[in-house]
T-cell receptor, first 107, second 114 residues
Framework: EDQVTQSPEALRLQEGESSSLNCSYTVSGLRGLFWYRQDPGKGPEFLFTLYSAGEEKEKERLKATLTKKESFLHITAPKPEDSATYLC????????FGKGTRLSVIA | DSGVTQTPKHLITATGQRVTLRCSPR?????VYWYQQSLDQGLQFLIQYYNGEERAKGNILERFSAQQFPDLHSELNLSSLELGDSALYFC?????????????FGPGTRLTVL
């Protein structure tokens, strides 16, 4: 059975304090590893797709990386507006979503 | 704004009732997905349609059904509602039916069953 596990469940950072979120997966025939941002009560917002080990993608303060067993979302010098739940997903059809990491950035 | 629209935004109803949630995918997207998200659960996949045909089914209850119409909009029908059906329901769309295709989510419909 395909599984996606995210850690930590929650993370509290001071503004400017860089950190990483982890997404480990056991998915047969991974076709893509996806990262989303979700604000409370809103729909997930697409961030990145990674297709192969070693691939990296960046967007503003966020950088996503992929290995054969896990993906990391690195947050550099976060700001309070980066506070959200970050979801990763993998699999074929359908996608399997992790439960997310709830990030709080304190000014 | 993802380009995916969902109506209504909020729905409050009673146990035993039936409701219909509506979704319009992004322009050009042929595939529509429905998800349920409750407080203690992550995003749970319900069902997928591609160009009008059912493509994949998740843990969708028999009381729930969906369809995708020729204009590609989709409806999710929930019947004999129970308290536990209270959740956020999201629709997503993608260009391709899966296998590496990004899904773009709508704003969701918050269903409250009293």
């Amino acid at each position: 059975e395909d599984q996606v596990t995210q850690s930590p469940e929650a993370l509290r950072l001071q503004e400017g304090e860089s950190s990483s979120l982890n997404c480990s997966y056991t998915v047969s025939g991974l076709r893509g590893l996806f990262w989303y941002r979700q604000d409370p009560g809103k729909g997930p917002e697409f961030l990145f797709t990674l297709y192969s080990a070693g691939e990296e993608k960046e967007k503003e303060r966020l950088k996503a990386t992929l290995t054969k067993k896990e993906s990391f979302l690195h947050i550099t010098a976060p700001k309070p507006e980066d506070s959200a739940t970050y979801l990763c997903a993998g699999g074929n059809t359908p996608l399997v979503f992790g439960k997310g990491t709830r990030l709080s950035v304190i000014a | 704004d993802s380009g995916v629209t969902q109506t209504p935004k909020h729905l409050i109803t009673a146990t035993g009732q039936r409701v219909t949630l509506r979704c319009s995918p992004r322009s050009g997207d042929l595939s529509v997905y429905w998800y349920q998200q409750s407080l203690d659960q992550g995003l749970q996949f319900l069902i997928q349609y591609y160009n009008g045909e059912e493509r994949a089914k998740g843990n969708i209850l028999e009381r729930f059904s969906a369809q995708q119409f020729p204009d590609l909009h989709s409806e999710l029908n929930l019947s004999s509602l129970e308290l536990g059906d209270s959740a956020l329901y999201f629709c997503a769309s993608s260009v391709d039916p899966g296998e590496g295709s990004e899904q773009f989510f709508g704003p969701g419909t918050r269903l409250t069953v009293l």
